[in-house]
């Protein structure tokens, strides 16, 4: 079975620096990975998603991740974070192609960012 | 519409009652997808739908819960004889087709 571990339930990051939050994978196949922002008061909303290919992976808001099959991760990085970048973070695994929307999620990483 | 429409936006219902969640998915999103969240969790999958066919229930936690989509289109939860351990987010997803899906901003539900 799959699963998704975010290792971190808390970061605290000051303005300006980097981010990076982590998340591993455990899947039979070749996984479809999956990161998605939640707000306050906001639904969930896609950042990046990596299915084949180049394993650097660019999204929105300048967040990048990697994919390593080696190390069954795919983290998420911010070269200098925003103060409105504080929200959830959740990374996710699909089924696969004949069933895109069913995922699995981690528990999320809650990201305090400080002046 | 524009986005992925949830209502109501917040229930508290007393334990015992039904109580029934409806999404209003983008216009022409051939996929509609039902997960629940409970505080401090992720987002758990519980069923979804091609068109108005049933397609995977296996994420339904037991009997009481329900799903339709009897026009392809508006779908309804319906959760019978509500218990606290209901009480979670309970929130909707749709997609046209392809690999990614839209999330609405998701039902509060609390079971007193």
């Known amino acids: 079975a799959q699963s998704v571990t975010q290792p971190d339930i808390h970061i605290t990051v000051s303005e300006g620096a980097s981010l990076e939050l982590r998340c591993n994978y455990s899947?039979?196949?070749?996984?479809?990975l999956f990161w998605y922002v939640q707000s306050p008061g906001q639904g969930l909303q896609l950042l990046l998603k990596y299915f084949s290919g180049d394993t650097l992976v660019q999204g929105i808001k300048g967040f990048e991740a990697e994919f390593k099959r080696s190390q069954s991760s795919f983290n998420l990085r911010k070269p200098s974070v925003h103060w409105s970048d504080a929200a959830e973070y959740f990374c996710?695994?699909?089924?696969?192609?004949?069933?895109?929307?069913?995922?699995?999620f981690g528990a999320g990483t809650q990201v305090v960012v400080t002046p | 519409g524009a986005g992925v429409s949830q209502s109501p936006r917040y229930k508290v219902t007393k334990r015992g009652q039904d109580v029934a969640l409806r999404c209003d998915p983008i216009s022409g999103h051939v996929s509609l997808y039902w997960y629940r969240q409970a505080l401090g969790q992720g987002p758990e999958f519980l069923t979804y739908?091609?068109?108005?066919?049933?397609?995977?229930k296996s994420g339904l936690p037991n009997d009481r819960f329900s799903a339709e989509r009897p026009e392809g289109s508006i779908s309804t939860l319906t959760i019978q004889r509500t218990e606290q351990r209901d009480s979670a987010m309970y929130r909707c997803?749709?997609?046209?087709?392809?690999?990614?899906?839209?999330f609405g901003e998701g039902s509060w539900l609390t079971v007193v």
């Open positions: 996710a695994v699909g089924a696969g192609a004949d069933s895109w929307g069913k995922l699995q």
């Open positions: 899947y039979g196949a070749t996984p479809y």
């Open positions: 739908f091609n068109y108005e066919a049933q397609q995977d």
């Open positions: 997803a749709s997609s046209l087709s392809g690999n990614t899906i839209y």
